[in-house]
């Protein structure tokens, strides 16, 4: 199993030059990947193509891009321009986001998401891979043909939790990216339902990228505490909420990756029996001095690199 880092609303250096380190010392470190949110922050994808000029070896990925927010055509424009500044290591990662957010934050209507993501991946996955798309859904249509010819192999993955969202997946995409997904869900619910999928579509197995929060500390309690007010939030969604009922939790919190370095690497490996290929881990920090608990959790991670 594959090892990155994830910043999101939680570890991100926040300005432009500083994101571009973070790849950059990611890659230092060893880590296979480097993925990143993709909304109210800066431009990521510019991020990863300022990146990818410097960076020579790790690979790059939105987690996720809104599809909102873009119409398909711009999506597939922008995400090829970042494949061929990362020289083929960027992998697009799109999801629908969520009601409230689209709604409230984006004035737009939510409307019949898992057909507007088969319609919309179609679109992208044609023009990311041909160059050229002519397509009549019921939501979208797109009729181009871009010019460049610099175009890389594009992986693209999708936020999918649901079953319509693992068949489209699996079908069409190269896997999916998870996030409040605990082991128990990866084995008994994410997985056979992309597998499926991928076997009926004739394509090979799918990519599972499983995104955690993660904090090694001695202290559980007040570790468990930190992550309940960083992401005790995402229980009130209802994708998210429906994960945890599979895996018979309560708390976001409790989807967090807590304990020392032993009780974290048997965690790890757990997700790597029930099924996912990549960790993308959210690291966050915990105690009186955030910043040596940070490198503590990295140190960690960084040690486990080929060894899970």
Do not use: C
């Given at each position: 199993m594959k090892i990155g880092l994830f910043i999101g609303s939680i570890g991100s250096a926040g300005t432009v030059s500083g994101q571009v380190q973070q790849v950059l010392e990611a890659e230092q470190d060893g880590f296979d990947s480097f993925w990143a949110a993709h909304i109210m922050d800066a431009d990521i994808m510019t991020i990863f193509s300022l990146a990818g000029k410097i960076a020579t070896k790790i690979q790059m990925g939105t987690a996720v891009t809104p599809t909102f927010l873009r119409h398909p055509i711009a999506m597939a424009q922008q995400a090829i321009t970042t494949s061929s500044a990362t020289r083929g290591r960027f992998n697009l990662g799109m999801g629908v986001s969520h009601k409230p957010v689209v709604e409230n934050r984006f004035g737009m209507k939510f409307h019949r998401p898992a057909l507007h993501m088969q319609e919309y991946l179609e679109i992208v996955r044609a023009l990311t891979a041909k160059g050229s798309v002519d397509y009549e859904g019921e939501i979208f249509s797109a009729t181009t043909k871009f010019t460049g010819s610099d175009q890389h192999h594009l992986p693209i993955l999708i936020a999918a939790l649901g079953p319509r969202m693992l068949q489209t997946a699996?079908?069409?995409?190269?896997?999916?990216i998870t996030w409040m997904a605990g082991p128990e869900t990866v084995r008994t619910h994410i997985v056979p339902k992309i597998q499926k999928a991928a076997t009926e579509a004739g394509k090979d197995s799918p990519r599972i990228v499983v995104a955690v929060p993660l904090a090694v500390s001695d202290d559980k309690p007040a570790a468990f505490k930190k992550a309940s007010e960083h992401f005790?939030?995402?229980?009130?969604?209802?994708?998210?909420?429906?994960m945890l009922h599979i895996e018979g939790v309560e708390s976001p919190a409790e989807m967090a990756i807590i304990g020392n370095e032993a009780e974290v690497e048997e965690k790890l490996r757990a997700f790597a029996t029930s099924g996912a290929t990549e960790i993308a881990a959210q690291i966050y920090p915990v105690g009186l001095d955030p910043v040596a608990s940070v490198a503590r959790s990295r140190a960690l991670l960084k040690?486990?690199?080929?060894?899970?």
């Amino acid at each position: 199993m594959k090892i990155g880092l994830f910043i999101g609303s939680i570890g991100s250096a926040g300005t432009v030059s500083g994101q571009v380190q973070q790849v950059l010392e990611a890659e230092q470190d060893g880590f296979d990947s480097f993925w990143a949110a993709h909304i109210m922050d800066a431009d990521i994808m510019t991020i990863f193509s300022l990146a990818g000029k410097i960076a020579t070896k790790i690979q790059m990925g939105t987690a996720v891009t809104p599809t909102f927010l873009r119409h398909p055509i711009a999506m597939a424009q922008q995400a090829i321009t970042t494949s061929s500044a990362t020289r083929g290591r960027f992998n697009l990662g799109m999801g629908v986001s969520h009601k409230p957010v689209v709604e409230n934050r984006f004035g737009m209507k939510f409307h019949r998401p898992a057909l507007h993501m088969q319609e919309y991946l179609e679109i992208v996955r044609a023009l990311t891979a041909k160059g050229s798309v002519d397509y009549e859904g019921e939501i979208f249509s797109a009729t181009t043909k871009f010019t460049g010819s610099d175009q890389h192999h594009l992986p693209i993955l999708i936020a999918a939790l649901g079953p319509r969202m693992l068949q489209t997946a699996g079908r069409i995409a190269d896997g999916t990216i998870t996030w409040m997904a605990g082991p128990e869900t990866v084995r008994t619910h994410i997985v056979p339902k992309i597998q499926k999928a991928a076997t009926e579509a004739g394509k090979d197995s799918p990519r599972i990228v499983v995104a955690v929060p993660l904090a090694v500390s001695d202290d559980k309690p007040a570790a468990f505490k930190k992550a309940s007010e960083h992401f005790e939030r995402y229980g009130d969604l209802p994708s998210y909420r429906a994960m945890l009922h599979i895996e018979g939790v309560e708390s976001p919190a409790e989807m967090a990756i807590i304990g020392n370095e032993a009780e974290v690497e048997e965690k790890l490996r757990a997700f790597a029996t029930s099924g996912a290929t990549e960790i993308a881990a959210q690291i966050y920090p915990v105690g009186l001095d955030p910043v040596a608990s940070v490198a503590r959790s990295r140190a960690l991670l960084k040690h486990l690199v080929g060894r899970i």
